[in-house]
């Protein structure tokens, strides 16, 4: 079953603007974390941010938040005051402890415009 | 700042040939992963090793597929004899003890060309 849900393969965004990249997950157990992770057109995987299951607030880290929304299912990756250098694959992933796994999304390119 | 270390960064093997891609996870980790990706698709999850065994794996892990930590600081995933779909950039990552608070840690990735 498809654990992670990235439902835009591409977006646009002008430079100095806001961005969401949608992400929802599907999980039973109450103990889980959630990340996004950067890969630019250089091919490595770059850790962006992270959310625990548990955790009250939204994560924050600069540019990056993490709009956090348990009932729903979703954790949406917001960058703000987009850069050209932000250009690159985004994918969202889920840790289950029970089973050692990270499942990653499919991923969404972002191409900001100048 | 420590990191995850991959060799080779490319290989080129014939179909048929057996190939070795080695990672150094970082020193206090205790979780290590093999992931792969074929050009321009998803991250794909090959296995994940614990305790000098593997706790996970996917249906891609199949028997000819291998993992090794020799010597309790590299990782290795040996693949028997090469397929042309094999071909695709493997990523090792390790992990912290803490099962949801750690991120996974990447490799610059291994590219793997399967002729």
């Known amino acids: 079953a498809q654990k992670i849900t990235q439902t835009q393969p591409g977006m646009f965004v002008q430079e100095k603007e806001a961005v969401t990249l949608d992400c929802t997950y599907d999980?039973?157990?109450?103990?889980?974390?959630l990340f996004w992770y950067k890969q630019p057109s250089s091919g490595e995987m770059i850790f962006l941010i992270y959310?625990?299951?548990?955790?009250?607030q939204n994560a924050t880290e600069g540019r990056y938040s993490l709009n956090f929304q348990k009932a729903r299912k979703s954790a949406n990756l917001v960058i703000s005051a987009s850069q050209l250098g932000d250009s690159a694959m985004y994918f969202c992933a889920m840790r289950d402890p029970d089973h050692n796994q990270f499942y990653f999304g499919t991923g969404t390119s972002l191409t900001v415009i100048p | 700042e420590p990191e995850v270390t991959q060799t080779p960064s490319h290989q080129v093997t014939q179909m048929g040939q057996e190939v070795i891609l080695r990672c150094v996870p970082i020193s206090n980790h205790l979780y290590f992963y093999w992931y792969r990706q074929i050009l321009g698709q998803k991250v794909e999850f090959l296995v994940s090793?614990?305790?000098?065994?593997?706790?996970?794996k996917s249906e891609i892990f199949d028997d000819q597929f291998s993992v090794e930590r020799p010597d309790g600081s590299n990782f290795t995933l040996k693949i028997r004899s090469t397929k042309l779909e094999d071909s695709a950039m493997y990523f090792c990552a390790s992990s912290s003890f803490q099962p949801n608070t750690g991120e996974l840690f990447f490799g610059e990735g291994s590219r793997l060309t399967v002729l």
């Open positions: 959310q625990g299951s548990y955790d009250q």
């Open positions: 090793f614990y305790n000098n065994e593997i706790s996970e």
């Open positions: 999980t039973s157990d109450p103990s889980y974390g």
